[in-house]
């Protein structure tokens, strides 16, 4: 069975940093399509940053391009999104999720539609 646990949430003042993570079970990442997408209250989910991790490719939402970093520890099993220079817009619950063959296949790293597992999701509230 795949878990996946999201944790490093909190509150932090615009212009800090967060480090969230995302440790899985029952399923390798390095040969997993990991993302981070987020939902805050009142939107629908969207897209945050994915790694296909087969030739180092990463892929960012533009509203949060060069601020968030998405990276592994293979050794650790953990996905980890770094949010520097946060802003109040960043607010929202934070989830991981992983996919397969199916979604490496696709390319559409950005939808939700083939992520097979989801975690429970972490809060990120940024204060002005």
């Known amino acids: 069975q795949v878990q996946l646990v999201e944790s490093g949430g909190g509150l932090v003042q615009a212009g800090g940093s967060l480090r969230l993570s995302c440790a899985a079970s029952?399923?390798?990442?390095?040969?997993?399509?990991m993302g981070w997408f987020r939902q805050a209250p009142g939107k629908e989910r969207e897209f945050v940053a994915a790694?296909?991790?087969?030739?180092?490719?990463?892929y960012y939402a533009d509203s949060v391009k060069a601020r968030f970093t998405i990276s592994a520890d293979n050794a650790k099993n953990t996905v980890y999104l770094q949010m520097n220079s946060l802003k109040p817009e960043d607010t929202a619950v934070y989830s991981c999720?992983?996919?397969?063959?199916?979604?490496?296949?696709?390319?559409?790293?950005?939808?939700?539609?083939?992520?097979?597992?989801w975690g429970q999701g972490t809060q990120v509230t940024v204060s002005s």
């Open positions: 790694s296909s991790w087969s030739g180092g490719h990463t």
């Open positions: 999720a992983a996919g397969g063959s199916a979604l490496r296949a696709s390319g559409t790293y950005y939808s939700d539609k083939l992520y097979d597992y």
């Open positions: 029952g399923r390798t990442i390095s040969r997993s399509p």
